[in-house]
């Protein structure tokens, strides 16, 4: 069992930023995958970005790249996703997921390649 605990949402204006953590527990942390999914009101859960077992590589969404970064911490069992220039459109809950037995692959961009959620953290963006 992974349980996911995600940290750092609130409220920021326009152009700001905020760093997102997410604390893993579970002994094999660094054969995780590590994805950031998102949620406003009234849409579906998107994908926003991953990062691969080692964090030796990431993937972004389109609306996302060159504004956030994802990175982790194997001997802190914790994932990031660092925000900048945020946008009211980034307004959402933000999951992060972990993909179980991904040592050597791309991480995945896909819901349904994820095994275990977090509870989200509510991200708001004023304008």
């Known amino acids: 069992q992974v349980q996911l605990v995600e940290s750092g949402g609130g409220l920021v204006q326009a152009g700001g930023s905020l760093r997102l953590s997410c604390a893993a527990s579970?002994?094999?942390?660094?054969?995780?995958?590590m994805g950031w999914f998102r949620q406003a009101p009234g849409k579906e859960r998107e994908f926003v970005g991953a990062v691969s077992w080692s964090g030796g590589r990431t993937d972004y969404a389109e609306s996302v790249k060159g504004r956030f970064t994802i990175s982790r911490d194997n001997v802190k069992n914790t994932v990031y996703l660092q925000m900048n220039s945020l946008k009211p459109e980034d307004t959402a809950v933000y999951y992060c997921?972990?993909?179980?037995?991904?040592?050597?692959?791309?991480?995945?961009?896909?819901?349904?390649?994820?095994?275990?959620w977090g509870r989200g953290t509510q991200v708001t963006v004023s304008s």
């Open positions: 997921a972990a993909a179980l037995g991904r040592i050597g692959v791309p991480p995945p961009s896909a819901r349904h390649e994820y095994d275990y």
């Open positions: 579970g002994r094999t942390f660094r054969s995780y995958a």
